[in-house]
Structures are given as structure tokens and as C-alpha cells.
């Protein structure tokens, strides 16, 4: 496998593919995820494209978008470490991660995640389900988590730091990973916020965050819930948060496995703030301006509730419930999106109020896609290797991108999307691909 690739000129026809097939390394194990489910009802478009055929992919009108470069021997989850300048790192399908030149594709240094040896079926499971191990970058240095271990990496070259032995059994929190900033690395195991100091992997604190209450009891949407004093200085076994967490400046905020939102010390660990009228959160919480954005998927389609949040206290600034949305949030420029199946919502950030919405078109099957926004503009990524491009004051479409050929595998693939400046890079199982301006130096 070629580890180097050479940019992909939007000019040039004959270099419009490469490496069109790819071979992963695990195979394809179909899951079904509460997520999915909810996506199922917004996704019938995508199953009826699929029962119809190619024979329409490839009569369709040709669209290209502004591609800057795209590798199919690579793919899975994509991290920026504020700004693509800095360098883009990849966790693929094969249990590596990758330091790529964001400009160009090449890669700079492939580094093997270590995992439990051998990788029993549940670690293929995990690892081909979520997209590749979970990953975050900053401050220097590439952390990943696996089943078995968290590592942290150099992130000039690849070369190893420190990791941490994970007990056996214990929730790794693979399904959404650690966050880096600070000087620290935080990742969730054995159900416990843990914080490590990112250049020597000095434990720095630990614990049981405890329980954010009973999702069921709503209280008071302005109160944020006083859930006893203290820090994060409990049993570091005793159930607590899940692995979605998020971090700005010196706050560090996790969701509780059982529901509700909280926000902790980066320096110290203690509770600031925790808010139960939260329920339970499938994705990271996003920070804009002062402000805590989350979204909340109900058991139903429809039942999704939006939170603004006041990050220094966790009172409720505003809310939106009844959304048919099982997608993911993104936050820019004072403006939340939403995506639902084939809908692109809008919402002012300050108030709640939407803005716009835009048709989107749905993936294969059950339509598993992604989106994320960025200086200006929003992009949805769909399973079946499509990419498009919204203006994000208007709503109204940039462009979009479209493969040569039309792949029937992807259909349970994840698609991961990150943007800074005018590049969008977007990973799945298919490889990745690189589109818009060229990163700055």
C-alpha cells in the first residue's frame, strides 16, 4: 500500500480517480444502532435509489466539485487540530493512524494503534462499526483510544509519548473518544472522567462525575440542579459519564450515561455545574461564544429537543423541542445546524429561531450521513460518496460531488466530515477525500 499520494488537480480530467478499489483489512459488519433506527424513518428515498439500480447514477447529470486530492486506500475518522495548517490525522479501518499533509494527501507518518492482541471478534466489531479508533489532536500530540489501551503520540512524527493500560472490560468510551487541549488529554474508561497530563501521561485527576439525576424529572429548565458538592474525586469504577465529551478553555463537559449534561474544571476536576433537564446525548456538545449547544434525540423520530446552554452556569437560554432530527450538530458563525434525512436546518444561535432549511439528498439505505459547518459554509457528506456544499447565511447551494461510479457497500458506513478555512475533508470506508481552497501555511 502506497503510503505517499500526490494532489488531485479539479482541472484534470485523467486524474479524476485513484486507487478506486479499496481492500479493508476487517470486513463489513452490518450494525444497528439507536441512531440508525431513527434514521430509518427519514431514509426511504435512499432505499428505493438503491432497488432502482446504477442504471441512473450513470445517466445523471456529471457534478464536480472543487477537488484538491482523495486517496481509496485510506478512510475512516478525520481530526483537525485547530486549523488545517497544523496537519490532518486520520484513524482508518486497519487499526492506523495516519499524519497527512492537509494541502497534498501525503502522508507524513503511519503509526499502528495498539489493541488487545489478538484483536478478538468484539475489537473487529468495534473497530469496523465506529470507523476506526477514536481520535482527537492538539497541543502536540495525537491521542487514540482502543479497547485495551490510550495513546498518545507525537504529533510531528508519530513517534509514541506514553499510554495507559485500560482494566479489562472496561468502557473505553471508543464510541466517541478523548478531547486534547490545555496541556491535558481527556478520556473516559471504566465509565470515570480521567485526565492526563498530555506530555508525561501524569495522572491528574480522576473519578465518578456521579449522577445527573433522573432524565424523566424535567425540574426547573432554568435551574441547572445542585447534585451535591465536590469534584470528580470519587470511585473511578462508579457509573457516570459516557464517552461524549467536549472541551473550551478550562471547562471540560460529559454527558451522563443516564441522561443530563456537566461541566467540570480542566484544571482540577471539581463540578461546576451539571444540568439535568438534559436527557441522553448520542453527540458532543458544541461551544460557540459562551454558549453550550446540544442535541438530544428522543426515542421517536421527532422527539429531538436543541439546548442552549449557558456555559458558565448551565442555565437553559433557550430550547427547541419536536425536531425530526437524528443527525449531527454543528455550530459556526452564531448559526446551529441540524441534520434530519433529506432536511438541512438553520437556527440563529442566539435564540433558536431558524433561520432556513434546504433538501438535502439521502445515502444508501437508511441514509447515514453527516454534516459539519465551518467560515461560512456547511457541508452534508452522504454514504454513498456524495458531497455538498451550502452557504451558510442563505442556506442556498455552493456546489456538490459526486463519484464516477457508484459503490452498493457503503450503505452501513460512517461518514466523517471536519472543515477549516475553505477545505472539507471527509473520511469513511471509501477513502478520503480532500475539496475547496488549499489550506494556508
Same mark, same amino acid.
Request: charged share 20%.
Given at each position: 500500500?502506497?503510503?505517499?499520494?500526490?494532489?488531485?488537480?479539479?482541472?484534470?480530467?485523467?486524474?479524476?480517480?485513484?486507487?478506486?478499489?479499496?481492500?479493508?483489512?476487517?470486513?463489513?459488519?452490518?450494525?444497528?444502532? @439507536?441512531?440508525?433506527?431513527?434514521?430509518?424513518?427519514?431514509?426511504?428515498?435512499?432505499?428505493?435509489?438503491?432497488?432502482? =439500480?446504477? =442504471?441512473?447514477?450513470?445517466?445523471?447529470?456529471?457534478?464536480?466539485?472543487?477537488?484538491?486530492?482523495?486517496?481509496?486506500?485510506?478512510?475512516?475518522?478525520?481530526?483537525?487540530?485547530?486549523?488545517?495548517?497544523?496537519?490532518?490525522?486520520?484513524?482508518?479501518?486497519?487499526?492506523?493512524?495516519?499524519?497527512?499533509?492537509?494541502?497534498?494527501?501525503?502522508?507524513?507518518?503511519?503509526?499502528?494503534?495498539?489493541?488487545? +492482541?489478538?484483536?478478538?471478534?468484539?475489537?473487529?466489531?468495534?473497530?469496523?462499526?465506529?470507523?476506526?479508533?477514536?481520535?482527537?489532536?492538539?497541543?502536540?500530540?495525537?491521542?487514540?483510544?482502543?479497547?485495551?489501551?490510550?495513546?498518545?503520540?507525537?504529533?510531528?512524527?508519530?513517534?509514541?509519548?506514553?499510554?495507559? &493500560?485500560?482494566?479489562?472490560?472496561?468502557?473505553?468510551?471508543?464510541?466517541?473518544?478523548?478531547?486534547?487541549?490545555?496541556?491535558?488529554?481527556?478520556?473516559?474508561?471504566?465509565?470515570?472522567?480521567?485526565?492526563?497530563?498530555?506530555?508525561?501521561?501524569?495522572?491528574?485527576?480522576?473519578?465518578?462525575?456521579?449522577?445527573?439525576?433522573?432524565?424523566?424529572?424535567? =425540574?426547573?429548565?432554568?435551574?441547572?440542579?445542585?447534585?451535591? &458538592?465536590?469534584?470528580?474525586?470519587?470511585?473511578?469504577?462508579?457509573?457516570?459519564?459516557? =464517552?461524549?465529551?467536549?472541551?473550551?478553555?478550562?471547562?471540560?463537559?460529559?454527558?451522563?450515561?443516564?441522561?443530563?449534561?456537566?461541566?467540570?474544571?480542566?484544571?482540577?476536576?471539581?463540578?461546576?455545574?451539571?444540568?439535568?433537564?438534559?436527557?441522553?446525548?448520542?453527540?458532543?456538545?458544541?461551544?460557540?461564544?459562551?454558549?453550550?449547544?446540544?442535541?438530544?434525540?428522543?426515542?421517536?423520530?421527532?422527539?429531538?429537543?436543541?439546548?442552549?446552554?449557558?456555559?458558565?452556569?448551565?442555565?437553559?437560554?433557550?430550547?427547541?423541542? @419536536?425536531?425530526?432530527?437524528?443527525?449531527?450538530?454543528?455550530?459556526?458563525?452564531?448559526?446551529?445546524?441540524?441534520?434530519?434525512?433529506?432536511?438541512?436546518?438553520?437556527?440563529?444561535?442566539?435564540?433558536?429561531?431558524?433561520?432556513?432549511? &434546504?433538501?438535502?439528498?439521502?445515502?444508501?439505505? @437508511?441514509?447515514?450521513?453527516?454534516?459539519?459547518?465551518?467560515?461560512? +459554509?456547511?457541508?452534508?457528506?452522504?454514504?454513498?460518496?456524495?458531497?455538498? +456544499?451550502?452557504?451558510?447565511?442563505?442556506?442556498?447551494?455552493?456546489?456538490?460531488?459526486?463519484?464516477?461510479?457508484?459503490?452498493?457497500?457503503?450503505?452501513?458506513?460512517?461518514?466523517?466530515?471536519?472543515?477549516?478555512?475553505? +477545505?472539507?475533508?471527509?473520511?469513511?470506508?471509501?477513502?478520503?477525500?480532500?475539496?475547496?481552497?488549499?489550506?494556508?501555511?
Amino acid at each position: 500500500m502506497s503510503e505517499v499520494m500526490s494532489g488531485v488537480n479539479s482541472d484534470a480530467p485523467q486524474n479524476e480517480t485513484r486507487n478506486e478499489t479499496r481492500k479493508d483489512p476487517v470486513p463489513t459488519r452490518h450494525q444497528i444502532d @439507536r441512531r440508525r433506527l431513527l434514521l430509518s424513518a427519514a431514509g426511504g428515498l435512499g432505499a428505493l435509489a438503491v432497488t432502482g =439500480g446504477v =442504471g441512473w447514477w450513470v445517466r445523471r447529470p456529471q457534478a464536480r466539485g472543487p477537488r484538491l486530492w482523495s486517496a481509496a486506500d485510506l478512510g475512516g475518522r478525520v481530526v483537525l487540530p485547530a486549523g488545517a495548517q497544523r496537519g490532518l490525522f486520520a484513524s482508518g479501518y486497519d487499526g492506523r493512524v495516519r499524519a497527512l499533509d492537509p494541502g497534498t494527501g501525503a502522508v507524513r507518518w503511519s503509526r499502528e494503534v495498539r489493541a488487545a +492482541a489478538p484483536v478478538d471478534h468484539l475489537g473487529v466489531w468495534q473497530l469496523d462499526s465506529s470507523g476506526g479508533w477514536p481520535v482527537a489532536a492538539g497541543d502536540g500530540v495525537v491521542c487514540v483510544v482502543s479497547t485495551s489501551h490510550v495513546q498518545v503520540l507525537d504529533a510531528a512524527s508519530g513517534e509514541p509519548r506514553w499510554e495507559v &493500560a485500560l482494566p479489562q472490560g472496561a468502557d473505553s468510551g471508543w464510541r466517541q473518544g478523548p478531547v486534547v487541549g490545555g496541556g491535558a488529554v481527556f478520556a473516559v474508561h471504566g465509565s470515570a472522567l480521567r485526565c492526563y497530563d498530555a506530555a508525561s501521561g501524569a495522572l491528574r485527576w480522576s473519578g465518578d462525575p456521579g449522577d445527573p439525576g433522573d432524565p424523566g424529572d424535567p =425540574g426547573d429548565p432554568g435551574d441547572p440542579g445542585s447534585l451535591g &458538592a465536590g469534584g470528580a474525586a470519587g470511585d473511578p469504577d462508579a457509573s457516570g459519564v459516557s =464517552g461524549v465529551l467536549a472541551l473550551d478553555g478550562d471547562t471540560v463537559y460529559a454527558a451522563g450515561q443516564r441522561g443530563g449534561l456537566l461541566a467540570f474544571d480542566a484544571r482540577g476536576g471539581e463540578r461546576r455545574w451539571a444540568q439535568r433537564t438534559v436527557g441522553v446525548l448520542d453527540t458532543p456538545p458544541v461551544v460557540e461564544r459562551g454558549v453550550v449547544h446540544v442535541l438530544e434525540n428522543g426515542p421517536t423520530p421527532g422527539s429531538a429537543r436543541v439546548f442552549a446552554l449557558d456555559a458558565a452556569t448551565g442555565r437553559v437560554v433557550w430550547q427547541r423541542g @419536536r425536531l425530526p432530527v437524528a443527525g449531527p450538530l454543528s455550530v459556526a458563525d452564531r448559526t446551529v445546524c441540524l441534520l434530519s434525512g433529506d432536511r438541512l436546518m438553520a437556527l440563529d444561535a442566539d435564540t433558536g429561531e431558524t433561520r432556513w432549511t &434546504a433538501e438535502v439528498a439521502v445515502g444508501l439505505g @437508511r441514509g447515514v450521513s453527516s454534516m459539519t459547518a465551518a467560515d461560512g +459554509a456547511v457541508y452534508v457528506g452522504t454514504n454513498d460518496d456524495r458531497l455538498f +456544499a451550502f452557504d451558510l447565511a442563505s442556506g442556498l447551494p455552493r456546489w456538490r460531488d459526486e463519484p464516477e461510479r457508484l459503490r452498493e457497500d457503503t450503505e452501513f458506513t460512517r461518514v466523517f466530515l471536519t472543515a477549516s478555512g475553505s +477545505a472539507v475533508f471527509r473520511g469513511s470506508r471509501s477513502g478520503l477525500r480532500a475539496l475547496g481552497a488549499p489550506p494556508s501555511a
